[in-house]
């Protein structure tokens, strides 16, 4: 929980504005800071700087944090997702799992280079590198 909240100017670095850019960017897969370089070499390492821009990005570390939320995502799609199929159709177990476990696995796929790249993104407009450890990173359970 524990989210404390500061007042800062829109136009300031660590700004609303600039987080919510660096966020959306992130989530195109792009360069927090110019949105035209891509934020990755590879698909889920971290360019040490973007193509575009040169903004080092390479320090930045998002550790577990975007496989986690990227299986609470997918878990909160599939399985209720699942769970309506099973009621409306009935359809036999094992094909309905084999395409269960294939939608979550291409879901994970396509989720985890974003969500990584909007953690990337957040911690970058935030001026965080993963390294210090009075985070204020919301952790679950
Ligand atoms: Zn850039």
């Known amino acids: 929980m524990g989210h404390h909240r500061t007042r800062i100017p ?26 035209i370089g891509s934020y990755r070499a590879g698909y889920l390492t971290v360019a040490p700087a973007c193509a575009g821009c040169g903004e080092a990005l390479g320090h930045i570390r998002a550790d577990d944090g975007p496989a986690y939320f990227t299986l609470l995502i997918v878990a909160h799609v599939t399985v209720p997702l699942s769970l309506v199929v099973e009621q409306r159709w009935h359809p036999p177990l094992l094909p309905h799992m084999v395409v269960a476990v294939g939608l979550a696995a291409v879901l994970v796929w396509q989720l985890l280079p974003r969500i990584k790249g909007a953690m990337v993104g957040l911690m970058w407009a935030l001026g965080l590198s993963g390294d210090e450890r009075q985070g204020d990173v919301e952790r679950h359970g």
Not at 18 to 30: E, S, V
Request: hydrophobic content about 25%; glycine content about 12%; charged content about 35%.
């Open 10 to 35: 829109d136009c300031a670095p660590g700004s609303r504005r600039r987080i919510a850019d660096a966020l959306l960017r992130g989530l195109r897969t792009r360069c927090p800071r110019c949105g």
